[in-house]
């Protein structure tokens, strides 16, 4: 096919669409077949599309864009991950200042999809962004005003380099749906949803549920089997190391154990409480800090909160856990049923405090150390909790009953 039958083919086609549509398609096509295909059409048709399109296109003529395209989807799969840049889209509704609101409306009518507008973008002629104009400020301006009469001058405006827990709590804060993008000299490159925002907080958010056991943030359902082993055995020959650990300190209390059958079958429900208590807090922590919270919430605030939860849930679940040694302690004769519950109670609070300081600390230490917060950190929490839980309640059996 020559080009001028291309470009003849092209024009009939452009002639049958409205002109949104055909300011879209003609901007997908080399400068030099979109501008024939302009000078084969009527002169009203032609200054329409030629004006659609000086407004859609971003700034830098077609040709450039076009050989711009491949080089643009290469450069961001190179850019920095949680950034703005990373879920940048091309603006739509962008409009000069002296557009009245009657030709602005026509615009509107002719782009698709019209219900994707929300905002329009008021740009000069070097693309630096002036204003933004709600559709609301639209449709009850007079026909005869400019976009530059009812627009809102210095809109809040995203950089694309702004990592996206700032941009987050922009939007927690702003609260609009779109978001113009613009650079150090307030040109605008693009916009982002609000949506897109909280959708990548919200794939943040689940992606520490795994990472807190081991689990790589990029696993996902058909990840080959040997890749999944190789992302989550190292973490368990960790948390092996730290299982050790844990059982050190019950092999010291040896003895105690012996003589004391009924301290054994209390261990798991001791650990059990005072680890859930630490994961508790260790959730509250990580979705503090993917939400940028702490910033503005002290550590030494949160530690007490964790402290007093911790003292709280010890003292009214150690109640229910005393109770059931004392019941237990009496049936099988293990002897001093009332101290065994003493200990059980006591060991009850200072383990979940204990958890509750842990589930604070151990995200803030690895991100001290430019570790991942999220990565493992239930491994390391549980090690904790176990030692100092189990431990508390050893000694103190052997120090009031024995």
Known sequence: MTENSEVAQLRDSIEQLPSGEAANRLRAEPKHIAQAVLDQLPATKASELAALMEFILPAGSPSEQEVSQQEDSAEASKQVEGSVADLLL??????????????????????????????IYVVDDERHLLGVVAMRDLLLGRPGQTLADIMTREPFCLSPDSPLSQAIRA??????????????????????????????????????????????????????????????????????????????????FEDTIAQIVALAVFLPVLAGQSGNTGCQALAITLRGMTLGELAEFPVKRLLRKELTLGAMNGFFVGLVAAAAMWVYATMTDAGQPLMLGLSILIAMVGACMGSGVFGVLVPLTLRRFGADPAMASSIFLTTFTDILGMGLMLFLATAMVL
Request: with cysteine; net charge negative.
């Open 90 to 119: 091309e603006p739509f509704g962008v409009m000069g200042p002296d557009t009245t609101v009657a030709g602005a409306l026509d615009r509107l009518v002719h782009t698709d999809p019209v219900n994707g507008i929300t905002y």
């Open 171 to 252: 939007a927690l804060e702003h609260r609009h749906r779109l978001y113009p993008v613009t650079d150090e000299d307030n040109k605008l490159l693009g916009m982002v949803y609000g949506w897109q925002l909280f959708e990548s907080m919200a794939t943040e958010l689940s992606a520490q549920s795994g990472s807190m056991v081991g689990v790589d943030r990029e696993e996902r359902l058909g990840t080959s089997i040997f890749q999944a082993f190789r992302m989550r055995h190292p973490w368990l020959q960790v948390n092996l190391l730290t299982a050790f650990c844990a059982a050190l300190v019950v092999g010291i």
